[in-house]
């Protein structure tokens, strides 16, 4: 995030697209809710009446997948209406011109024709957007699973620079992260282009930083995305560790995923249960889990924090850095003799140039958010301020482009996914927590009551979902919450493991996998069954 | 806590005769207290509808103080601070009020004891009473309140025999957790607790956060998951972390007796979330303790089926695995992927080991999913 | 006609101003109560979360949740109509569905029964009448009065019979020059509020004035300020505003216009209480004649000032007439008196400057422009200026309304004006402020009728609002009516009010506290300080007055009470 949760309470309009955040992030939603309720104007671009449209002043319910098509309308009035923020844009960005150009075939009317959003919703958004004195946006993987996940984040940025909305308290583009520690795991290092603190690893500088620490030459190429080594299990890559990932049920296309894994010739498995992945593997370690493990985090607004063992380990478990290092001194490697979780961090910090004024000690109360470039430094809650990381702000001319698969005539329904409140990606926790089943006992496949009926389905009686990978058996639920067309479900039940069907595209660049458009096929399954 | 000699300062109002400087909105009582905090000397104003998160309500009248030159006695808690005010906060008059209010509401209750795992604010009336020795039994009558013991939900006891009507639950459903999911029927003496048509919270935009249990001060509203553990010897303590669920990192305090977790309560001091939890991270983190937990290495055997062993055979079966694929195929074919949920140790140690062990970038983790 | 969908009302009400209530009412009128699909729709069309609507729709006494809901009579057992056979017609009238209701404010004609949207009077099944609230009788000492000077003019409650008395006069004389003007006479007549509290009207309309009018963009508050006329009228024994709003409908209108054009308000409101449906009509009707007339509306008679009012129908609740609860209930929200200060001056409805006013206050205003400060002054005893309504009832020869000013002997309105008691009777105690200055008996009847006086003897004058009750009654049951009366209206918010009124009923009722008078004096008194002192609005700073003066006058009634429920 740009910007601090802090500021969630503060924008005069904020811009929600693709998240679903009442329900992911509902603490976050808690500070929306707030200004909302001071009056602020709330903006909601999803293809599903999720609880937020319910607060909204404009919902736009685009169709799966033309988020691009949206944005485009969404700058074009923008520049029309002569909201651009000319001070700003000179000062800070490049390239205005060529984007206004580009822009002018983008009318709304155009965007209503893919969107499926009437015209005068998608004006009315970009109207009370471009004239906000403190306008956000928040989005979440409803943006980046898609094969253009990062055309969409580059429009949403478009709109803040041309709008100056950006660098201020309540403003900002700021996705949500959804784990945990997925910042933290960045941050840490576990990327293939980048070491901790994200230093290019195609930087020969950094290059010569590591190969002194770490005794010899890294690569100065990146590594492969893990979409790419699941692709190349049992080829070019024989030998996997995975650490407290259930890589085979939030993955998609599942029995491709599971096939990648079975095809290695060796699997390490680190986690808290035997999951369906740790199933699979050739050696399972257990891992202390959370309240029993110390060690540091970072959360979606960049803060760190720490995190503190309550209870001994279960069993035999042992901290996930225990763990690897033990393998790793075990394969002769040098640099493992850690002998706490601070020694491990405090490594870390002495590394990463975001985290240079910090060590363990210094994050005790978690009031930091990085960079925090030297000790006594006060962190950065605000990002951009001032100046961009990389100069000026770039307007990038984008083209809408189609899903990796559209619906035709033997799949004609959109699917798309997510996540629910009462659980949590594969339920591996929230589903052996007491008392959960009580609020979310079975996944369902939700479904526009009017389609229910016109596709001969029966509301909580049992379908088959099919796409070009795979199908699975759902049970159906009538609810207004889908539009016509479009049906929606979660990944977090087993034994409704809709990632079989899933996995149509990557984003070129990210490789992060276009879980939330596919098209699928439903059947009404007998009443017996 | 801001520095009281900040630029912010507009005034300053004499409390208990010394001169207290405040901010632009603060109320009596929020000058005294942060004062108190800083001198050391707490501030000694009771309050049981008060809750530093929300908006001032002025319920329980228990922190009214006399204000000169005010013929009654002003809600300290709802009361803005004016320069030149004189106060003083606990003369004979108003502790005697504070008195008769405390034995007034504790007449309208089946009792002032409840366990301590019911909530983080479930002492307040009981502490109250003790201090104010207010047990007397005056004032007997109907007690108000009726519970709702056939709500079935897992995470909230709704005792609202044990309720005093203070609305905080409703306040911060409403101003704090932006659900609205309950509310005040009825009025007077009969004033209940209730979600829409008096069902269950399931049926209601109820998100089970938690927030209402938390903040009852008097137990009526308590962790129902947390209070199967009463039995469980032992003292409460708390560890201060941060939620394991999504990227908002939410301060917790685990509760845990002897090596039992037995809760957890939302940090009201958390800087990403002061004091607000969802569901996941209030109620479901009995995972930790689950039978299921992998508790020993496992390796497959020759029968292909995983077997318990000791974490030296398994470490040197992990470890050699991954030497023997980088001697028959290349270092570039060992691959690593971390975990977004576990700490930064991790993630730092399992890029350390591709990098230093196989000079490769041959690492990512699971933010694609 | 067909009747309207769910729908079609809440696209009616939900773009006008303050919706809640009359949406609810419009259900309420179409299905005689309010079913969960209609809270459901309410919730929806008006974007109020539902647990909450439902909590602040079980908060009115007259919102009914099942049929027959509206539908079923409503009996008045107040305090006069329950000893004037209230409490026997609800006993009959119980195979009807009949429910008890609090003050209808009938308390001149005993008793009233609501029915839908129509009240009648009688004390017998098959003999109730409809009729038109009584007018005050010709002031019996022939003094000047102020707002009955020309209520009893046939078609006063028409434009053009208000007018031929020289209405609106005083609001075309103000539009004509600087609001300045209009504020100093209003401040120099003396006037103050006539609902209870006594403020003086100038200073509060001076206030709204000079309050900063937030503007849009500047915060949330943005938008217009308000005069809301208080017509709840909920106090037991006050029927005042009812009669002045009923045959003098205008002289309310004017007031509430020159208070807006005084404070620089564009939008009225008149809150009335829901027993008083007739009235309501009466009102509406008015206000259309008022229109029609370009005396409300757009630029009113070519002065750019506008000004439009709306009639908002209560539902039950006498909290409502305290005005933070009123501001809150018209703006949907759970009615719950505000924390003050800040007052509605500066934080009223939707927290822009906002001046509430009583009907009574109002209406005088109207006269006062257009008569002057200095006569209004002059209307009052010695040093006090003006006049006062009092509305008498229960065991009085003459119950009614009466104009008397300030500094008026009560002996004299009790046995001159108004018969005194019935023949062979004495009087024995009278309430006062309806009955939230509970009761003056004994030397302490021989107050005048002015605050200072009334307030030297514990008591108030209040809304003017008094009750006789002989030597017949018991004056424990009295109390305890008061006591309940308050227990059942108090809104919940303040623990000293919520738990003392429900404890001091039960001690009234010999239902619960202890069996020795000295215990019982201790845990009353006990009770009684620490209502008075710390409770958020006045219904609980008031209800122990009727324990105090109660143990004050009537202590032999009290040991004798005490006794009997220990035995
Ligand atoms: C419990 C309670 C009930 C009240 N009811 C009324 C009422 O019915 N009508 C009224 O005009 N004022 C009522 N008031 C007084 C109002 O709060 C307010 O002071 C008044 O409307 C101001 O108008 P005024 O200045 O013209 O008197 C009540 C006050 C309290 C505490
Ligand atoms: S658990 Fe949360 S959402 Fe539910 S009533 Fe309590 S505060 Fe509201
Ligand atoms: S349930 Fe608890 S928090 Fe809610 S009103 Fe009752 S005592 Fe207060
Ligand atoms: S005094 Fe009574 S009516 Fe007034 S706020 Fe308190 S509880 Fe409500
Ligand atoms: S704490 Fe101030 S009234 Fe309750």
Redesign the pocket.
């Known amino acids: 995030m740009s910007n601090p949760l802090e500021d969630m309470s503060k924008p005069d309009v904020i811009f929600c697209i693709g998240t679903n955040m009442t329900e992911c992030h509902p603490v976050a939603a808690t500070g929306l809710k707030k200004a909302v309720a001071r009056g602020a104007k709330l903006i909601v671009a999803d293809p599903r009446h999720i609880a937020l449209a319910e607060m909204a002043d404009v919902v736009l319910p685009l169709r799966v997948g033309t988020d691009v098509a949206l944005l485009l309308g969404m700058a074009h009035v923008i520049d029309r209406e002569g909201l651009v923020d000319e001070a700003f844009v000179s000062e800070r960005t490049e390239g205005i011109e060529a984007f206004r150009e580009h822009l002018a075939r983008f009318t709304p009317e155009w965007a209503e024709g893919l969107t499926g959003v009437p015209a005068a919703d998608i004006v009315q958004a970009a109207v009370w957007y471009g004239e906000a004195e403190r306008g956000a946006i928040y989005y979440t993987l409803g943006i980046t699973e898609h094969i253009c996940g990062v055309d969409n984040v580059q429009s949403l940025s478009n709109l803040a620079l041309m709008t100056g909305n950006i660098g201020r308290e309540g403003t900002g583009i700021n996705p949500m992260r959804g784990q945990n520690n997925i910042q933290g795991a960045g941050d840490a290092g576990a990327l293939p282009n980048n070491y901790p603190g994200f230093q290019a690893v195609t930087d020969p500088a950094h290059q010569a930083k590591f190969a002194e620490l770490y005794g010899h030459e890294i690569d100065l190429e990146k590594g492969m995305t893990k979409v790419t080594a699941l692709e190349l299990c049992g080829d070019k890559i024989r030998a996997m560790l995975i650490d407290g990932e259930n890589t085979v049920v939030t993955d998609p296309d599942r029995s491709h995923c599971e096939h990648a894994l079975k095809s290695l010739d060796h699997l390490v498995v680190i986690d808290l249960f035997l999951t369906e992945t740790a199933a699979l593997a050739d050696v399972a370690l257990p891992a202390t889990a959370w309240g029993e493990t110390d060690g540091v985090c970072t959360n979606t607004e960049r803060r760190v924090q720490r995190l503190r063992a309550a209870v001994e380990p279960a069993g035999d478990a042992r901290p996930d850095w225990w763990i690897v290092s033990q393998i790793a001194k075990r394969c002769g490697f040098p640099g493992f003799d850690f002998e706490s979780a601070e020694d491990v961090f405090n490594e870390l910090c002495s590394l990463s140039p975001i985290y240079a004024g910090l060590d363990w000690d210094v994050i005790d109360k978690g009031e930091f958010h990085w960079p925090v470039p030297e000790r006594g430094h006060p962190g950065t809650p605000i990002l951009h301020q001032g100046v961009f990381e990389n100069g000026r702000g770039l307007f990038r001319s984008l083209e809408y482009r189609d899903p990796a698969e559209t619906i035709d005539d033997e799949f004609p329904v959109w699917l798309t996914t997510g996540r629910r409140l009462a659980s949590y990606h594969t339920r591996t926790q929230t589903g052996r927590s007491h008392g959960i089943d009580y609020l979310l006992p079975e996944e369902t496949l939700e479904i526009h009551p009017d389609d229910v009926a016109d596709w001969g389905l029966q509301d909580g009686g049992l379908c088959r979902m099919t796409s070009a990978r795979g199908s699975v058996e759902i049970k159906v639920a009538a609810t207004n919450r889908s539009p016509r067309g479009t049906v929606f479900t979660s990944f977090s039940f087993n034994d409704t493991p809709v990632n079989y069907l899933t996995g149509s595209g990557y984003d070129p660049v990210t490789q992060t996998a276009e879980l939330k458009v596919c098209p699928v096929r439903l059947e009404a399954l007998p009443e017996s069954l | 806590m801001s520095d009281p000699s900040s630029e912010t300062t507009v005034g300053s109002i004499e409390v208990d005769g010394k001169n207290l400087n405040f901010t632009a909105g603060e109320t009596i009582l929020e000058v005294t207290r942060r004062h108190g905090a800083v001198s050391g000397e707490p501030c000694k104003i009771p309050t049981l509808c008060y809750d530093e998160r929300l908006d001032p309500f002025g319920g329980c009248r228990m922190c009214v103080v006399e204000l000169e030159g005010s013929h009654n006695p002003v809600a300290s808690c709802a009361r803005a601070a004016e320069d030149g005010m004189v106060i003083r906060s606990s003369t004979e008059a108003v502790e005697k009020h504070r008195k008769t209010l405390l034995e007034m509401v504790c007449s309208e209750n089946r009792q002032v004891d409840v366990d301590p795992l019911s909530g983080y604010a479930s002492q307040e009336l009981k502490e109250l009473a003790d201090r104010y020795d207010a047990r007397s039994g005056r004032f007997a009558g109907k007690k108000s309140g009726k519970s709702r013991e056939d709500d079935p939900n897992p995470f909230i006891l709704r005792d609202y025999d044990q309720c005093i009507s203070c609305y905080r639950c409703v306040r911060v459903c409403a101003e704090q957790e932006g659900d609205y999911a309950i509310s005040v029927k009825g009025r007077g003496f009969d004033t209940q607790i209730t979600v829409e048509f008096d069902g269950h919270l399931k049926d209601s935009a109820c998100t089970f956060c938690g927030q209402c249990v938390q903040t009852c001060p008097t137990g009526a509203l308590a962790d129902r998951k947390a209070l199967r553990h009463t039995e469980v010897p032992g003292e409460i303590e708390k560890t201060r972390t941060i939620c394991t669920y999504c990227g908002v990192g939410c301060s917790v305090d685990i509760l845990t007796k002897g090596d039992s977790m037995v809760g957890v309560q939302p940090a009201m001091d958390g800087p990403a979330n002061h004091g607000a939890l969802c569901v996941k991270g209030q109620f479901a983190y009995d995972f930790v303790q689950h039978d299921e937990r992998l508790k020993t290495p496992m390796i497959r055997g020759e029968d292909g089926e995983l077997h318990p062993t000791s974490w030296d055979v398994a470490l040197d079966k992990a470890a050699q695995g991954f030497l023997d694929a980088r001697d028959k195929h290349g270092r570039h074919s060992v691959y690593a992927v971390a975990s977004g949920r576990a700490p930064h140790e991790a993630g730092y140690t399992t890029q350390k080991f591709i990098r230093s062990g196989f000079w490769s970038n041959h690492i990512d983790n699971c933010s694609r999913a | 006609m067909p009747l309207p969908t769910d729908q079609d009302l809440v696209t009616d009400w939900k773009s006008r101003p303050a919706p809640l209530l009359p949406l609810l009412h419009a259900f309420n009128d179409r299905d005689g109560y309010l079913s969960d699909e209609a809270l459901r729709a309410v919730s929806q069309g008006l974007r109020i979360p539902l647990a909450d609507l439902f909590g602040t729709v079980t908060f009115y006494h007259h919102f009914s949740r099942f049929p027959p809901g509206t539908n079923a009579p409503r009996v008045c057992t107040g305090q006069v109509c329950r000893f004037a056979g209230g409490l026997e017609l609800l006993e009959t009238m119980r195979k009807d569905g009949a429910t008890p209701m609090p003050c209808a404010g009938r308390c001149d004609e005993p008793v009233p029964v609501l029915t839908g949207r129509s009240v009648q009077v009688g004390v017998t099944v098959g003999e109730f009448e409809s009729r038109p609230s009584p007018l005050p009788v010709a002031n019996p000492g022939g003094l000047e009065e102020c707002v009955f000077a020309a209520i009893r003019n046939p078609g006063n409650d028409t434009l053009e019979g208000y007018r031929r008395a020289g209405g609106y006069s005083g609001y075309e004389g103000a539009l004509g020059s600087d609001p300045e003007n209009l504020l100093t006479v209003i401040t120099d007549s003396g006037l ?10 100038g200073v ?1 309309w001076r206030a709204v004035r000079e309050a900063l009018n937030p503007r849009p963009g500047d915060d949330t508050r943005a938008g217009p300020k308000s005069v ?8 037991p024994g ?1 029927f005042k ?1 009812r009669v002045l709003m009923d045959h003098d409908p205008h002289a309310v209108l004017e007031g509430m216009a020159l208070a807006g054009y005084a404070a620089g308000a564009e939008i009225g409101f008149i809150y009335l ?1 829901y027993e008083y449906p007739e009235t309501a009509d009466i009102l509406d009707r008015a206000i259309t004649e008022a229109e029609n007339a370009g005396l409300l509306g757009e630029n009113i008679l070519g002065s750019g000032f506008s000004f439009r009012i709306h009639v908002r129908r209560g539902a039950g609740a ?9 501001l809150n209930s018209l703006e949907g929200k759970h009615p719950f ?1 505000r924390e003050r200060p800040p007052f509605p001056v500066t934080h009223g409805f939707e927290n822009r400057p906002t001046v ?7 209406a005088s205003a109207a006269a006062i422009a257009r008569r002057g400060a200095e006569w209004y002054r002059g209307l009052g005893a010695g040093d006090l200026a003006g006049t006062k309504i009092i509305s008498l009832s229960g065991d009085i020869m003459r119950p009614g309304n009466y104009e008397v000013p300030f500094g008026f002997p009560l002996q004299t309105l009790l046995n001159d004006w108004a018969g005194g008691p019935r023949p062979g009777r004495h009087i024995q105690a009278v309430t006062m402020a309806g009955i ?1 200055g509970g009761f003056l008996a004994k030397e302490d009847l021989d107050v005048t009728l002015d605050e200072p006086s009334v307030r030297s003897k514990g008591s108030m004058l ?2 003017g609002g008094i009750m006789v009750f002989d030597d017949s009654r018991d004056m424990l049951e009295v109390a305890h009516s008061c006591m309940e009366f308050f227990a059942h ?1 108090s809104c919940g918010k303040c623990f000293p009010c919520r738990i003392g009124t429900q404890r001091l009923t039960e001690r009234l009722a010999g239902a619960a506290g202890p069996g020795v008078l000295a215990g019982w004096s201790d845990e009353v008194e006990d009770i009684g300080s620490v209502m008075k002192a710390t409770s958020a ?3 609980g ?2 209800a122990p007055l009727i324990t105090e003066s109660l143990m004050r006058y009537f202590p032999e009634q009290v040991a004798a009470h005490v006794e009997a429920t220990n035995s």
């Open positions: 103050a509020g006539r609902g209870g509290a006594g403020f003086p009207t509060k809301v006329c208080n017509a709840d009228e909920g106090e006050c505003d209480r006498y909290i409502c007439g305290e005005e933070g609860s009123l008196p509430v006013n009583n009907v009574e206050t109002l939230s209040g809304a209206e609005c006045g219904l700073m008031a």
